[in-house]
């Protein structure tokens, strides 16, 4: 064990990838004053860039709709580049699936709730996120394994 070289896990840099934002039905639809109601879905991407090197990516995409007519969409994508190496094998996806987007997601939540407020609408505030539990979760789906929550 001598031999082996000590865990590496440096963030290189943090940024915003992409930035969208659509109002299709403006300026008609801001005339309205039914409630809208807001969908978000979020995305977690990892790729080897280089050796021991990857580009995590979080991606959230904000729809609000009034009836079946869209107000706004937002789509914003913050990614990291991580260097891990010398992590072992069975702690890999843990890093990559956890750690690493623990670290980009709170720039997003920021760039999301600016580009909305800058769009002339009340901010969205994304909710935190368990990433281990995401990860799990998406990990026994991946294993066929029924999810059990508590």
Same mark, same amino acid.
């Given at each position: 064990? @001598?031999?082996?070289?000590? &865990?590496?896990?440096?963030?290189?840099?943090?940024?915003?990838?992409?930035? +969208?934002?659509?109002?299709?039905? +403006?300026?008609?639809?801001?005339?309205?004053?039914?409630? &809208?109601?807001?969908?978000?879905?979020?995305?977690?991407?990892?790729?080897?860039?280089?050796?021991?090197?990857?580009?995590?990516?979080?991606?959230?995409?904000?729809?609000?709709?009034?009836?079946?007519?869209?107000?706004?969409?937002?789509?914003?994508?913050?990614?990291?580049?991580?260097?891990?190496?010398?992590?072992?094998?069975?702690?890999?996806?843990?890093?990559?699936?956890?750690?690493?987007?623990?670290?980009?997601?709170?720039?997003?939540?920021?760039?999301?709730?600016?580009?909305?407020?800058?769009?002339?609408?009340?901010?969205?505030?994304?909710?935190?996120?368990?990433?281990?539990?995401?990860?799990?979760?998406? @990990?026994?789906?991946?294993?066929?394994?029924?999810?059990?929550?508590?």
């Amino acid at each position: 064990m @001598a031999d082996q070289e000590a &865990p590496v896990f440096n963030i290189q840099r943090v940024y915003l990838k992409e930035a +969208s934002l659509e109002q299709p039905n +403006s300026p008609a639809i801001l005339l309205e004053q039914e409630q &809208p109601s807001v969908e978000i879905n979020l995305g977690v991407n990892a790729e080897n860039v280089a050796e021991g090197v990857f580009e995590i990516t979080v991606t959230a995409t904000v729809q609000t709709k009034i009836q079946d007519k869209t107000v706004f969409l937002a789509e914003c994508k913050q990614a990291g580049i991580f260097e891990v190496r010398n992590v072992p094998d069975e702690q890999m996806g843990a890093v990559i699936g956890i750690a690493c987007p623990q670290i980009v997601y709170p720039y997003l939540r920021g760039n999301v709730a600016d580009l909305i407020q800058r769009a002339g609408f009340p901010p969205v505030h994304l909710a935190e996120i368990n990433f281990q539990q995401m990860y799990e979760q998406q @990990a026994a789906q991946a294993q066929g394994s029924p999810i059990v929550t508590q």
